[in-house]
T-cell receptor, first 113, second 114 residues
């Protein structure tokens, strides 16, 4: 059954620690994306990748890092430099066609205490 | 600068009536528009989309209208059902520097009253 898997669903970390959020897809999609959702601010793009070993910064990339070593995987690291890391993080993937939708994972709720 | 805007944060509609959700955009380079539905603590699910070369797309109870001259699109849900209660996001996509990305609005919370 194809889809996008984000793990874990809930994550707690102490302030000052780096944390990595997992995103895996078996849809054979070339493009993958990370978004952050905060109340009243919709979905804001953190990083995106169209191809393995290449990625671009989105609108709010500061304090985050990514890698794309495999087509299926696009992990997001929330570093200690991110000032407000507590949020709901969503991973998505799509084909490289213009007329196509992005498919989302179920999200990871990160709480930094 | 918010390129995709949903100016109504919430909307309440009686069951059976029409729900109209609106979205405005500023970038004329957008060539594909989408609507997503989202429940709390879940990922958004795709509802319906429209290409920039069309002005209407219909799928069952859902119809999306695009007015390119006004840079405006809307989602109509008829008839509205209690299960439609969720947050709806408008999104737009285009090529930026050789790669695609999706830009989302801030969402509209729809409540359908039984």
């Amino acid at each position: 059954d194809g889809g996008i898997t984000q793990s874990p669903k809930y994550l707690f970390r102490k302030e000052g620690q780096n944390v990595t959020l997992s995103c895996e897809q078996n849809l054979n999609h070339d493009a993958m994306y990370w978004y952050r959702q905060d109340p009243g601010q919709g979905l804001r793009l953190i990083y995106y990748s169209q191809i393995v070993n290449d990625f671009q910064k989105g609108d709010i990339a500061e304090g985050y890092s990514v890698s794309r070593e495999k087509k299926e995987s696009f992990p997001l690291t929330v570093t200690s430099a991110q000032k407000n890391p507590t949020a709901f993080y969503l991973c998505a993937s799509s084909t490289d066609r213009v007329d196509t939708e992005a498919f989302f994972g179920q999200g990871t709720r990160l709480t930094v205490v | 600068d918010q390129q995709v805007k949903q100016n109504s944060p919430s909307l309440s509609v009686q069951e059976g009536r029409i729900s109209i959700l609106n979205c405005d955009y500023t970038n004329s380079m957008f060539d594909y528009f989408l609507w997503y539905k989202k429940y709390p603590a879940e990922g958004p699910t795709f509802l319906i989309s429209i290409s920039s070369i069309k002005d209407k797309n219909e799928d069952g109870r859902f119809t999306v209208f695009l007015n390119k001259s006004a840079k405006h699109l809307s989602l109509h849900i008829v008839p509205s059902q209690p299960g439609d209660s969720a947050v709806y996001f408008c999104a737009a996509s285009a090529h930026f520097s050789g790669t695609y990305k999706y830009i989302f609005g801030t969402g509209t919370r729809l409540k359908v009253l039984a």
